[in-house]
């Protein structure tokens, strides 16, 4: 199984602000998945990081707003830009392994003021 | 586009109770199927996995059904305990590699 740490585990922001979260796995691993879970919602992928090429992001979500980087094969980083109140919600990276058992960290929760 | 769907969105069952919780996909052409358990404002723990191979999985109390013809997946908890209550999420992958569909969830509560 992988361990995933995230940092940080929660934070509070002012609306206009920026917040980059990292994901950090404890073994290589090819492909990391972005989530979000709105209150009350389920998970929506917000893009998959691959290293050494662009994310590769779903419809309804842009890389201006949720920049990504995969600088190796072991961490990831999500900014939220520009945040407003809609941005409040629980962020979540996960890791593919053997191609199929995903698992996930335990998640940023955001709340923008 | 896949679409997974967990009914009911909550349950409420009182302690010792074998709980059944339902998932549903439209498209069968899943890699695989994945049982997650998610504690208020926690993230994910994975519980169980299914290959599309298989028709079922077990782990201690749980165990965990798939039906591709149908569509459906059920997870069972046996003899259900009050630190049971969370929420379970299904999620179907569509091929290695590939990302995850969530459905709602079923938020579960076990009263003592």
């Known amino acids: 199984s992988a361990v995933i740490s995230q940092k940080p585990s929660r934070d509070i922001c002012q609306r206009g602000t920026s917040l980059t979260i990292q994901c950090q796995v404890d073994s290589q691993v090819t492909m990391m998945f972005w989530y979000r879970q709105q209150p009350g919602q389920s998970l929506t992928l917000i893009a998959t990081?691959?290293?050494?090429?662009?994310?590769?992001?779903e419809s309804g979500f842009v890389i201006d707003k949720f920049p990504i980087s995969r600088p190796n094969l072991t961490f990831s980083t999500l900014t939220v830009s520009n945040m407003s109140p809609e941005d409040s919600s629980i962020y979540l990276c996960?890791?593919?392994?053997?191609?199929?058992?995903?698992?996930f960290g335990a998640g940023t929760r955001l709340s923008v003021l | 586009k896949q679409e997974v769907t967990q009914i009911p969105a909550a349950l409420s069952v009182p302690e010792g109770e074998n709980l059944v919780l339902n998932c549903s996909f439209t498209d069968s052409a899943i890699y695989n199927l994945q049982w997650f358990r998610q504690d208020p404002g926690k993230g994910l723990t994975s519980l169980l996995l299914i290959q599309s191979s298989q028709r079922e999985q077990t782990s201690g109390r749980l165990n965990a059904s798939l039906d591709k013809s149908s569509g459906r997946s059920t997870l069972y908890i046996a003899a259900s305990q009050p630190g049971d209550s969370a929420t379970y999420l299904c999620a179907a992958l569509k091929a290695a590699g590939n990302k995850l569909t969530f459905g709602g969830g079923t938020r579960v509560l076990v009263k003592p």
């Open positions: 996960s890791v593919g392994q053997g191609g199929d058992i995903q698992y």
């Open positions: 990081a691959n290293q050494g090429s662009e994310a590769t992001y």
